[in-house]
């Protein structure tokens, strides 16, 4: 022990203040364990609140406003061009994250929550050091320990010939490029994905000329191909160009901005050797925070990609350690981190609970947005498990004409012999917010006819899951109609 070093003993600590961190800290103080929440940020809430998902959609809102107001003149309406108050538009954000760490704060204190500002090292399996910022260190022994370290932006240091331009200015990455600190005139992504996409819906609405670079053959690699189409073409309206199978291969800072060399896959003909921008925004995905915390003096186990092995109790390898959330697999997601969350401290209160769900959604929030749950097409041929899909578009969809947005398509995949439903995908409006019905479907074991019975308000855009599998119902019906047939015929 360090001389001066404070000593505090907990029940449980908790390593990391974001949504799992904080929702396993609240849970645990329910169930009436002492609790102390150590992060190494002044305020609670994560890469989620601070740097992930609640300034993304905030700018995503804003960028939803100006898309609007252009598409507006086809129903009659026109709008001057929008102003963009950049400043303001800061603030706003701003003013939602704070608003939203605050509360963060006030329920923590309000269960009994303690709080530690600093960062945290494991000195065994017992304790870890946290070093606070202008005070002493403290030694936290504790009975338990959950980690919950979130991820970080993944770098791509061996495409830059100079090391220090990584650190320029004219280098975003996800969390960077939404603090917004000015609108590039011309902005290259690399990176496909939903991060990639997200923002560049975001500058693109604001007044970046975008250009999309996928070293893939499609947008949103694992995606469903009918889900990604729809998105894939608004997205080629939207932005300037987009580059698939197209690998990366240098990334130069010059005085003007940015210059990345391209390397086509063989017969690409329209893509350029080099682009030139004013930013370059690196969108390749996350890695866990696992390193530089001291694990290697417990006994969790890490794999290659450098997340931390978690049974479905949460459990690590290290009988007094948890983790859950980013640093624990994919998906790398703050709805499945607060579901483990809960598990984790429920376990831990000698509750049976265990991370047993049969589904994890996802939403990409672009316009428009795609939403999937469960199984899709792919995964399953993988697997060998046998489907039927159902699809309905929303060009049959009434809700969707009144807002003139019909752009897209609700598919169901269920098993052929008990109808059950497998999987769902959504693309169009709102589509994250629909896909819940499909997720307590598939957690409940539902079949086609549980869809397709269950009343649905009108006009709305749920129908279309209900319309989907009213069509996979018919189309058995018609199928057995034919087989009733040829069995009456051939009698």
């Given at each position: 022990m360090v001389v001066g070093e404070m000593v505090q003993e907990v029940d449980l600590a908790i390593i990391g203040g974001g949504p799992g961190g904080y929702s396993a800290a609240l849970r645990a103080a329910e169930?009436?364990?002492?609790?102390?929440?150590?992060?190494?940020?002044?305020?609670?809430?994560?890469?989620?609140?601070?740097?992930?998902?609640?300034?993304?959609?905030?700018?995503?809102?804003?960028?939803?406003?100006?898309?609007?107001?252009?598409?507006?003149?086809?129903?009659?309406?026109?709008?001057?061009?929008?102003?963009?108050?950049?400043?303001?538009?800061?603030?706003?954000?701003q003013g939602v994250l704070d608003k939203l760490a605050m509360g963060v704060a006030g329920m923590c204190k309000s269960a009994g929550v303690e709080v530690l500002n600093g960062r945290a090292t494991f000195n065994d399996s017992r304790s870890v050091r946290v070093d606070c910022p202008g005070e002493s260190a403290v030694r936290v022994k504790f009975k338990h320990c959950i980690l919950a370290t979130g991820s970080r932006p993944t770098k791509l240091?061996?495409?830059?010939?100079?090391?220090?331009?990584?650190?320029?200015?004219?280098?975003?990455?996800?969390?960077?490029?939404?603090?917004?600190?000015?609108?590039?005139?011309?902005?290259?992504?690399?990176?496909?994905?939903?991060?990639?996409?997200?923002?560049?819906?975001?500058?693109?609405?604001?007044?970046?000329?975008?250009?999309?670079v996928e070293m893939t053959d499609g947008l949103i690699p694992g995606c469903?191909?009918?889900?990604?189409?729809?998105?894939?073409?608004?997205?080629g309206e939207m932005f300037k160009a987009i580059y698939l199978s197209t690998k990366v291969t240098g990334i130069a800072v010059?005085?003007?901005?940015?210059?990345?060399?391209?390397?086509?896959?063989?017969?690409?003909?329209?893509?350029p050797a080099k682009l030139?921008?004013?930013?370059?925004?690196?969108?390749?995905?996350?890695?866990?925070?696992?390193?530089?915390?001291?694990?290697?003096?417990?006994?969790?186990?890490?794999?290659?990609?450098?997340?931390?092995?978690?049974d479905e109790k949460c459990q690590t390898s290290d009988k007094r350690i948890l983790a859950i959330g980013d640093v624990s697999g994919q998906p790398m997601l703050a709805h499945r981190a607060i579901r483990q969350a809960y598990v984790a401290a429920e376990v831990l209160a000698g509750r049976p609970s265990a991370f047993d769900n049969r589904c994890?959604?996802?939403?990409?929030?672009t316009e428009p947005e795609v939403a999937w749950c469960g199984l899709n097409e792919a995964e399953a041929k993988a697997k060998?498990?046998?489907?039927?899909?159902?699809?309905?578009?929303?060009?049959?969809?009434?809700r969707a004409m009144t807002l003139a947005d019909t752009n897209g398509t609700t598919k169901i995949l269920f098993a052929p012999d008990t109808t059950e439903v497998l999987g769902v995908g959504i693309v169009g409006p709102r589509a994250g917010d629909l896909i819940t019905e499909?997720?307590?479907?598939?957690?409940?074991?539902?079949?086609?006819?549980?869809?397709?019975?269950?009343?649905?308000?009108?006009?709305?855009?749920?129908?279309?899951?209900?319309?989907?599998?009213?069509?996979?119902?018919?189309?058995?019906?018609?199928?057995?109609?034919?087989?009733?047939?040829?069995?009456?015929?051939?009698?």
């Open positions: 169930l009436g364990i002492k609790v102390l929440l150590v992060d190494d940020k002044p305020k609670l809430g994560g890469v989620c609140l601070h740097m992930g998902c609640i300034p993304s959609k905030a700018l995503l809102h804003a960028a939803e406003l100006v898309v609007n107001a252009r598409h507006a003149e086809k129903i009659g309406l026109k709008f001057e061009s929008p102003k963009i108050d950049l400043p303001a538009l800061r603030g706003w954000k240091p061996f495409l830059f010939k100079n090391e220090a331009d990584m650190d320029s200015s004219c280098v975003l990455d996800s969390t960077s490029a939404l603090s917004l600190d000015d609108i590039p005139k011309k902005l290259v992504i690399i990176g496909g994905g939903y991060i990639g996409l997200e923002l560049g819906t975001v500058y693109s609405a604001l007044g970046s000329e975008v250009t999309v469903d191909r009918d889900l990604v189409r729809p998105l894939a073409t608004r997205l010059t005085k003007d901005g940015v210059e990345v060399s391209l390397e086509a896959a063989e017969g690409s003909k329209d893509t030139s921008a004013d930013k370059v925004l690196i969108a390749v995905g996350r890695r866990p925070n696992s390193d530089k915390l001291g694990l290697e003096n417990t006994q969790v186990t890490i794999d290659k990609l450098g997340f931390v092995g978690v994890v959604p996802a939403v990409i929030f060998g498990i046998a489907f039927s899909v159902a699809k309905f578009p929303w060009s049959a969809s009434g499909a997720v307590l479907a598939i957690e409940m074991g539902a079949v086609l006819e549980d869809l397709a019975v269950a009343i649905h308000p009108h006009p709305t855009l749920s129908e279309t899951i209900n319309e989907a599998a009213l069509s996979a119902l018919a189309r058995l019906d018609r199928n057995r109609s034919k087989e009733v047939e040829k069995q009456i015929s051939s009698s």
